[in-house]
């Protein structure tokens, strides 16, 4: 069992940065792949950012890339979501999860959920 709790949104202007973290319990956090995900109103659970065990391996979305990083510390079952260059799109409730298999892009392939912290990006 693994529990999840982000923290690090809120409000920001469009050009800002935000660093989201996620805490999470157990002691097995460093053999879970993590990923963020993203929900805005009226529009189904979007695919962010994933990380590896190790964190050798990174994915992201196209309309995150270049502008988001995914990391870890395995040492403080933390991952983290730095967020920079914001655009008014990127405003949704985010979300971080954990897969007991692999990293992956797909709201299904992850076992544990956390409770979501919001980002507002205003224009």
């Known amino acids: 069992q693994v529990q999840l709790v982000e923290s690090g949104g809120g409000l920001v202007q469009a050009g800002g940065s935000l660093r989201l973290s996620c805490a999470a319990s157990?002691?097995?956090?460093?053999?879970?792949?993590m990923g963020w995900f993203r929900q805005a109103p009226g529009k189904e659970r979007e695919f962010v950012a994933a990380i590896s065990w190790s964190g050798g391996s990174t994915y992201y979305a196209d309309s995150v890339k270049g502008r988001f990083t995914i990391s870890r510390d395995n040492a403080k079952n933390t991952v983290y979501l730095q967020m920079n260059s914001l655009k008014p799109e990127d405003t949704a409730v985010y979300y971080c999860?954990?897969?007991?298999?692999?990293?992956?892009?797909?709201?299904?392939?992850?076992?544990?959920w956390g409770q979501g912290t919001q980002v507002t990006v205003s224009s």
């Open positions: 157990g002691r097995t956090f460093s053999s879970y792949a």
């Open positions: 999860a954990a897969s007991a298999f692999d990293q992956s892009v797909v709201v299904t392939g992850y076992d544990y």
